[in-house]
């Protein structure tokens, strides 16, 4: 493993599973995350840690863990992030790496709307 790239693989909203990235997320989303290990050739690889570890920061808004937004699963490389029904207009930076390894991700944007 030499790069790990980070990545929005989809969404939940009312329900409906979405398989693309929108402009903003709502209330109530529920953000389908992806960490990948990558090789020399920037391919996939199973060469890594068996967990991962998933860093978010609120970079506008004031968005706080538990309180606005929740992480399941945040030690595997494919969590999910929940908005909550009352989290303020904002802004999440999200990025990851494979546990033990110093080989941080790309950061991930994820804005915020009500």
């Known amino acids: ?3 790990i790239t980070a990545n929005i693989l ?4 009312a329900g409906i599973v979405y398989n693309f990235v929108p402009t903003v997320f ?3 989303d529920t953000i389908d995350l992806d960490c990948t290990p ?15 570890e998933w860093y ?6 004031g968005l706080v863990i538990n309180r606005d937004y929740t992480m399941a ?3 595997t490389f494919q969590p999910e992030l929940y908005i909550r ?9 999200v990025y ?5 390894v110093n080989i941080l991700s790309n950061t991930v944007q994820l804005p915020i709307r009500p």
Request: net charge positive; hydrophobic share 25%.
């Open 38 to 52: 990558r090789d020399a050739d920037n391919q996939r690889t199973a060469n890594h840690p068996k967990n991962a």
């Open 85 to 93: 029904d009352l989290a303020p207009a904002g802004t999440l930076s």
């Open 1 to 3: 493993m030499v790069r």
């Open 26 to 28: 709502r209330r109530g």
């Open 10 to 13: 989809g969404f939940t909203r």
């Open 96 to 100: 990851c790496k494979a546990a033990g």
């Open 56 to 61: 978010p920061n609120s970079t506008e808004g």
């Open 73 to 75: 699963r945040d030690n």
